[in-house]
């Protein structure tokens, strides 16, 4: 019997995209800006709760616009964890700024916001939190950290849309915040991302910023009549057509996340038996964190041989999947940052680490057949004389 590969993730479409892709066609505005994508800022705005929401071509595009809102100047540095997508950095060294890489929970994997103000010398101008798996961090004590020392927040929620913190959604904490619309996140339109400005003093120049450093946007509504070069900026604006695919999936955001949440609490029921045995951990989601179930990952023991396993899951036609090479150890990271200490938990932690397929359509017996080869996996590798592994 040939069963169908489990694939790790798959786009869901609700089915509206195309049609709002011919009426963007239809409404003549193909360049950014247009109808959807003011509705999408709408949308963001009332949902987020900040006072300005910005669509870009990604959450990497989002950072950057921080990074030059910030006015981060070389040498300038940004207290982030190393345990990240590259972006998170890069969007800063871009400016010549140096990552501050700090160490993570144990138990969200979120920067550890207990480590923070040891990292902080005169140079540091922003906190970067990353809202691990749509769990968030620290956010009170972090805001707190941040006020004492002058500092800006950015909020990494590239993974946290739809997810909230004490009631407050991710990406509306700190200064400003970015989510990412990309394939492999919850809400998607491909590539894409938004900028979420919550500091009023710093909407204008975050709209000048992404039009080429130019007030088109305000030329657009009139408020001057004619628009001209302001200060350095780039073009950080997606075409409507992204802006339409995105809003058929902005409507549906709830039912999106719901579905994700249900095959997420299903994992979380169907590996509990593993933890108990102690061949594994699940992910902890502290209180007051709504998550947004944008993944589900499980946590090997030290013991485990992490790339056996995920081969034995690959032969299996269960895609599973690992991630991240702390930043910190990249080659890039080591050249252009810095490492606050020896980074323990982020270093065991990367290791460990495996991710189980999660999307829209993936079926209750998907689910326990992942789970099934995984247990068959780890009980192989148990048995197994520690000398013949690898
Ligand atoms: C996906 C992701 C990004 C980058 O998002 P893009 O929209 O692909 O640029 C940045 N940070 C984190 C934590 C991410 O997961």
Redesign the pocket.
């Given at each position: 019997m040939s069963k169908k590969p489990i694939p790790f993730g798959w786009p869901y479409m609700t089915g509206k995209e195309l049609y709002y892709i011919a009426e963007a066609h239809f409404n003549g505005t193909l360049s950014g800006d247009g109808p959807f994508t003011k509705k999408c800022h709408v949308w963001l705005q009332e949902r987020v709760g900040c006072s300005k929401a910005l669509l870009t071509h990604?959450?990497?595009?989002a950072?950057e616009m921080a990074a030059i809102l910030l006015d981060i100047k070389p040498g300038d540095e940004i207290i982030m964890p190393s345990f990240?997508?590259v972006?998170?950095a890069n969007a800063f060294v871009l400016r010549g700024g140096v990552p501050v890489f700090v160490d993570i929970r144990e138990d969200t994997l979120n920067l550890n916001e207990q480590l923070i103000e040891s990292a902080i010398t005169p140079r540091t101008r922003a906190i970067v939190p990353?809202h691990?798996a749509g769990v968030a961090c620290e956010m009170d004590e972090i805001m707190a950290i941040a006020k004492r020392h002058g500092l800006k927040v950015v909020e990494?929620a590239?993974?946290g849309v739809m997810a909230s913190y004490k009631g407050h959604a991710l990406g509306s904490i700190g200064d400003l915040g970015?989510y990412?619309?990309?394939q492999?996140?919850n809400l998607i339109s491909g590539?894409?991302?938004a900028l979420l400005v919550n500091d009023p003093a710093m909407a204008m120049r975050a709209e000048i910023i992404r039009e080429k450093g130019t007030d088109r946007s305000r030329f657009y509504r009139n408020e001057v009549d004619k628009y001209t070069w302001q200060e350095p900026g780039s073009s950080f604006l997606p075409g409507e057509l992204i802006a339409a695919f995105l809003w058929a999936q902005l409507e549906e955001a709830e039912w999106i996340t719901h579905q994700r949440l249900i095959a997420w609490q299903r994992y979380h029921d169907l590996v509990k038996p593993l933890e108990a045995r102690g061949i594994l951990r699940r992910p902890i989601v502290p209180e007051g964190c709504q998550h947004n179930a944008h993944m589900y990952y499980v946590l090997l023991e030290p013991t485990s041989d992490r790339h056996a396993v995920l081969d034995e899951l690959n032969r299996s036609d269960v895609n599973a999947v690992f991630h991240y090479v702390p930043l910190h150890s990249s080659p890039a990271g080591q050249r252009y940052g810095r490492a606050h200490g020896r980074l323990p938990i982020t270093n065991s932690n990367s290791e460990r680490l495996i991710r189980l397929p999660l999307f829209v359509g993936l079926t209750e017996e998907q689910q326990q057949e992942v789970v099934l080869v995984l247990e068959r996996t780890l009980e192989k590798q148990m048995t197994k004389p520690i000398f013949s592994r690898g």
């Open positions: 990604s959450c990497t595009a950072l990240t997508f972006s998170t990353v691990y990494d590239a993974q970015a990412s619309f990309h492999t996140k590539e894409g991302g």
